[in-house]
């Protein structure tokens, strides 16, 4: 194996943030806008990065007219189903509607009524013609002086320091390597620090087939490393266990919004029945609704709205280009959709109307739809002092989308610039960081014999197991006990192969680290899944053992690995789990004793 | 496979290998190459990046796709979206993101 070398460039600031996505972007920019020395460390070009590489067509976290942020909180609670923070949500709320002005004062082109005023597609969803969102929001990061952005760092370890021995640690920076060209590590030593690096994807198996399988809703890019990075520093996470699974275009897994707000498009089954109406309206229940029709011999189920007209479509098909362009694509295909009279879906070539397959998603932990993430306080800090989580990482806030993870970067700058300030830390900023030689962490898949497997062939023995053992679209979403055990052994034995796996060049190495992440970031899901002896959200999961909705689990469920000391380790270990009031956040017992996920089975 | 670049009139300026956020693709002899296309999200940034409108964006047969294409172009600012039927189609379709292409 062609082996090559990470020479480690080092870089001091006041404050890292850790991915320029939606929240990053935010953040960066305020913090950057005051005296503070800024680092933005971005896996890719912040241009195009993360979920809004494509670009928006709504913004979906919005307090409209005649509404108080309490609504939207209180919305966010009953659709996650009770288990969601009042406090955060509150907090996130209060600045919905500073974020999309925000948006519109960096350019975004928003939809207007003729006195000016933001045109809507429900009381919490604003139009965009927002293709250029993610250019837009990375600008101020080019411009200020006190920002610099580094693109194509990979970000794979936290920096801990202890203040004194036996003292909790905080987070004084982070490390990771260049992507592309010559590589190269970096170290970059902070005051603190802001995780913004968005949900992982990839970690089940997708809904597409071999040469399309990165053809998913969630970007297969992001893959959970701030939250695996998380983990292993011994950060406390929550509700991993609420997976997102999205009810999504078929083939494309474009968002249906646009199809269901924006055309007034409603579930059908095969039988051209109207069902949801049975099921609930929550997400979950949405997705639920599907699943049993399909269950049931009445699918597959549509999007249908039979009232849309030449005027509609085509809105509807250029809402699209803004977001999801294959969606647009498809609907170009199947009808011309442009071309005056043409019908918009093949399903029924000559029908009026729009009709658009649907089905679930693999499941995504992804703290911006459900409440899942790092467990943070109201300034966004998450158990680790000195380090922030905002956006789609962090958890206890549901229903984010762009606008709420905007909030939440200003809520984690404002956070951390308190800290910086409240405490004099700068002063003393120790040379104890980083004394460990940073390159020296990766020399392992930098030589030596390459193994017989793959990281692909890894990955996908992961999502495998994944998919039929915790609950993946082959089992219908259901996952059991001693199911979710297995999955937690395999996914220790390929965490244990994948410490052998050689890079030839910084590609490569970027890719085994995704596989770590993701299977780091399984095996919390697990324990967090294994649990919450109960099924709150069925349309997400169902656990077989326990079928129904437990009262007693009207509570956080939440998890500490104290194991690793902020390292890739040798062998993967359960975490600690624990429970949280809903409310208050004190720690409570947990209704069943804690289970660890490789806990030995008594003897018979 | 979902991108295609017409590598034979690329100049090779880095455009859409720069801006990938998959790190998919790379200038290969000074002209672009998608190295792994199945890892394509299909996010169109590459296409809107490239200034001379060279790579397409096809939806997989297990999508649904019938050959057909998208190219982006940009004109006075605005990003347009050129749709051909497939690869004898002659005229694009030309759909503005906005919504202000001609008879509509
Ligand atoms: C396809 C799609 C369409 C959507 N459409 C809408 C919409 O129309 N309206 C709406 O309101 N919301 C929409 N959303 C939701 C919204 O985009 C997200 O909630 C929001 O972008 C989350 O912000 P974030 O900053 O947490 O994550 P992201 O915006 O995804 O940013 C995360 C960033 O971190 C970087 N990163 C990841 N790992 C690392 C690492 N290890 N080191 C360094 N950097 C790293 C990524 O490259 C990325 O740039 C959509 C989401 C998706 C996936
Ligand atoms: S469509 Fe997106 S993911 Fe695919 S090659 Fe182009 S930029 Fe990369
Ligand atoms: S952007 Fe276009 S011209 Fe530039 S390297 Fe890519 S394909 Fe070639």
Known sequence: MAAFKLETRRIKCDVLVVGAGAAGCVAGALLGGGNLK????EKAAADRSGCLAAGVNAVNAHVGEGRSPADYRDYAIRDAHGVASPDL?????????WAAERLASLGAK?????????????????????ENIKPLLAAPLKKLSNVLLLERLHVTNLALARDSAGSRPRAVGAFGFFTDGGGGAAAIEAGAVIVATGGAAGIYLPNNPGQSRHKMWYPPFNTGGGLAFGVLAGAEMTTLEMRFVALRCRDTAAPTGTLALGAGAAQVNALGE????????????????????????????????????????????????????????????????????????????GEDGIRVLVEGTEPYVIGGHTASGYKISTLRETSLSGLFAAGDVAGGAPQKYVSGSMAEGALAAAGAEKYLKDDDYLTNFGDHVFTDRISEHYAPHLSGSPPGYTTDELEEAMQKSMDSFAGGRSTDYRYSRAGLRMAGGKIRELYALSRDLKAG????????????????VSLSLIAHLLNRKETRWPGFGEYADHPERDPRYDLFVNSVSSAYGGRYPEALESPAVLARDLSSGEEIPLPEPAEDVFLKEPAP | MTIEIDSLNCSGCGNCAEICPGGLISLVDGKAAILRPEDCWGCAACLKECPDSLVSLRLPPALGGRGGFLKCRREAG?????????????????VDGEGREDGY
């Open chain 1, 38 to 41: 800024v680092v933005v460390a």
């Open chain 1, 89 to 97: 949500l509150l907090s996130m709320s209060e600045r919905l509607n």
């Open chain 1, 110 to 130: 928003f939809h207007r009524n003729p006195d000016g005023s933001f045109k809507t597609r429900s009381w919490r969803n604003l139009k965009v013609n927002g």
């Open chain 1, 274 to 349: 109207s069902y949801e109406e049975a099921y609930g309206n929550s997400t979950s229940q949405r997705v639920l609704a599907c699943r049993r029709e399909n269950a049931q011999g009445r699918g597959p189920c549509h999007l249908f709205a039979p009232e849309a007209k030449e005027r509609e479509r085509l809105e509807c098909a250029r809402a699209y280009f803004h977001m999801a362009p294959l969606q647009a694509l498809r609907f170009l295909e199947e009808g011309g959709a442009f071309r005056k009279g043409a019908p918009l879906s093949g399903d029924r070539a």
């Open chain 1, 505 to 520: 060049n910084p590609g490569e190495l970027s890719r085994i680290f995704e596989l770590k992440e993701r299977l780091v």
């Open chain 2, 78 to 94: 605005r990003l347009l979206w050129l749709y051909f039927q497939g690869p004898g189609d002659g005229e694009p379709l030309v």
